[in-house]
């Protein structure tokens, strides 16, 4: 691997910086996203020139996201999952950065739903988009890890040129927690409190009152994300994560509060989202979540809103949807 540039003080790669593995060589081409001790790349293999992208964590960094990422993703790559990434390859480079190569895929559903002239998806493709994330949220508790995390930047439809463009992947797992301890397959033990995780729009409320998370928690903000999808907005958009005293109200008060519920599902399947809304509200820190339920109401709403499995994407709105048409595990 080339030695990293003493002059600079960012450890992360540089533009056709040359990065070796012990299988491969590879040429870093543009930077794709960073975050605080992290960055995402586009690089191309040089035995090929295909195109991959990597994961790059500063060997600094207090807490090794990047670890969690390849263990979550190699879980998934045991119940062979179309919805996680495969990682390719690994290396790191001394004293600046360990990285992970993975497949390229298309843009996140944030921006996807920015690029809509609404700002909201249809109802077809806020639908099909909630059953294939959902799918992903029961695989990944399958293996053993709640995500913590669950918003629409941490979700990405595949490329075009792979013929992925309508498939949807799980992204970014370094806020993930094994809720089962390893090689007894019991659920952990709840504990009495546990500090804030998350993104304070999405979060779940008990992971605002500093409740420990379990896997109700991740279904929670998934339902967020799906309602935020079809209206275009949550009734707390405007607040920022400081007022997170705020948002949790909201939350609250989205419980009993029948105005507030009418604003929050607003131009959604209200009766259909409530049903999950209070049905997540029933479960209990070692329940086991009903996925089969929790998806059959997104598969009614799709009914009483004449959703067809060929419905097109609002990405790819010329082309009938070919994607996975999927329900959570049996």
Partial sequence: MQASDKDSDDPMPRDN????????RYKVLALLGKGGYGAVYSVTRLSDSERFAIKCENAN????????????LKG????????FCTVIDQAAVKDRFNFIVMKMIGKNLWDLRMDTPELRFSMGTALKAAAQCLVSIEQLHRFGYLHRDI???????GRKETNEH?????LDFGLCREYVKRGE??????RSSAPFRGTTRYAPLGSMMEMDTARKDDIESWLYMVVEWTSGQLPWHKLKSHDRDKVMQFKKDLRNKPEVQDDFFYDCPKKE????????????????PDYKFVYFCIQ????????????PLDWDASCPFNGPIESPEP
Avoid: W
Wanted: with cysteine; net charge positive; hydrophobic share 35%.
């Fill in 17 to 24: 910086e040359e990065l070796k593995t012990k299988k491969d």
């Fill in 61 to 72: 960094a207090p807490r090794k996201s990047l670890y969690m990422d390849c263990n979550v």
């Fill in 76 to 83: 998934a790559a045991q119940i062979k999952s179309r919805h």
């Fill in 151 to 157: 918003k629409p930047g941490n979700f990405a439809a």
């Fill in 166 to 170: 309508h498939t949807i992947f799980m």
């Fill in 185 to 190: 397959g019991k659920v952990r033990l709840q």
């Fill in 273 to 288: 989202f409530l049903r999950i809304l209070k049905y997540v509200d029933s479960l209990g820190f070692y329940s086991t």
């Fill in 300 to 311: 009614h709403a799709g009914t009483a809103n004449n959703v067809k499995d060929t419905d």
